[in-house]
């Protein structure tokens, strides 16, 4: 396992296009290791591949106990989408790991049910999840939909954060 270099916002790889994975494989398992290496290096729950450059669809997410520890509750989501939406829309303080050191709020849906693969390409589901799951699994699949949680933003909050991310990106290199 890899911690990889995560990709910042408003860095146009977050907005290109992914693909759907083909070839369940040694490869794709790297992948999902270096991701989770990645999340838990930068102390995040969620982490999908277009944040580490990859333009394919794949998240990984694991959403820590009550104290805080990670690691029991790793999901790996090959190809995920949404089949379900629902529940009332609830207000939520989110944070990105594209987005270093800022956090908002953003509102999204109390209930959210998706479709996936594993990683021996069998299909799964998650059904009618709820809380911190239901929140971090529209956030991590927005990612593949080339969104990141600031576009929920009111545009002045978005120009202000582009102009200052912009200068972060630019001063890195």
Known sequence: MTARNVVFYPDPDLRAPNRPVTEFN????????????TMYAHDGIGLAAPQIGVHQNVVVIDIPEEDGSQGKHQLILINPRITELAGEEVESEEGCLSVPEYRDKVTRHSICSVSYQDLEGKEQSIEKAEGLLAICL????????????????????????????AKLLQDKH
């Open 138 to 165: 529209q956030h991590e699949l927005d990612h593949l939909q080339g969104k990141v949680f600031v576009d929920y933003l009111s545009r002045l909050k978005r120009s202000r954060l582009q102009k200052k991310y």
């Open 26 to 37: 040694a490869e794709l398992e790297t992948l999902t290791s270096d991701m989770l290496e």
